[in-house]
């Protein structure tokens, strides 16, 4: 039996954070970080027969061409994608009212659809980016045992060696196959970059005096087996790391949104990120 200070249920039997009830969500759920992004997302189901929220994570779940989809706002990095994938994952797992779990494990498909920025001079704005790695620059794994892939483990060896003199240890997580298959068969697919922070940890500096000045130079010239980290943002490596801890089915789809080398921002974002939401409810 599981503690009630470990799974912390509300009054009305819904789970603390999202307030959600094991009933509220469907076994495809769509990730994006910004809530008003939900209903950018759910305008195009067929009806919508959830809409719950509390804090910033937002969630509406419907029909789409008869299948039932769920999209939720997770907020903004892996410290809220810890929140949303463990409560996610005892909403399906876990039995309400024993405490318990389930003798049956569940696995969902995670899709995330979501903003960031290119590394590499040959990734212009407007690309449409899946993530077949993640390298997390986050602490959220030194929390969890989680079993690594001998490619993941390769991967992350050869960050720690490439990025001299950091003071933590990057974790690597990787894209379900069976989604890359269904949602990225004809995409451009890349190593991306989780930084636990926009400004300085993403290699910014306004006013400030960053540790690793060159971290966007580095992160540009990293190369393992003729392969290179493409972008850069703030929640698949927590994503794709716990969606492999826990069995779920995980993929990120990128909007890239500016170019890191070339010092540029899209005027046009919203499009972006429209043709971005289209492309994946096409294909679920």
Known sequence: MINDSELIINADGSIYHLNLLPTDIADTII??????????????FDDIEIKKGRREFITHT???????????????????????????????????????????IKSLDIIRIGTSGSIQGNISMGTILASEYAIGFDTLMQYYRKPYTEPEVQLQEAVINHFEGLSFKPYVGRASQKLMEKFAFDLPKGITMTAPGFYGPQGRNVRS???????????????????????????????????????????????ILASRVNEAFSKNPQQIVDNAIKLILDRI
């Open 31 to 44: 990730f994006v970080g910004d809530p008003d992004r939900v209903p950018e997302v759910s305008k195009y």
């Open 62 to 104: 419907g029909t789409l061409r008869g299948k039932r989809v769920t999209v939720i706002s997770t907020g903004i990095g892996t410290d809220n994608i810890d929140i949303v994938l463990n409560e996610l994952d005892a909403l399906v797992n876990v039995d309400f009212n024993t405490k318990s779990l389930k003798q049956e």
């Open 209 to 255: 005096q960053n540790i690793y000045p060159d971290l966007i130079k580095n992160a540009n010239s990293f190369d393992i087996s003729g392969r290179n980290i493409t972008n850069l943002e703030m929640e698949t490596a927590g994503i794709y790391a716990l969606s492999n801890m826990f069995g779920h089915h995980a993929i990120s789809i990128n909007a």
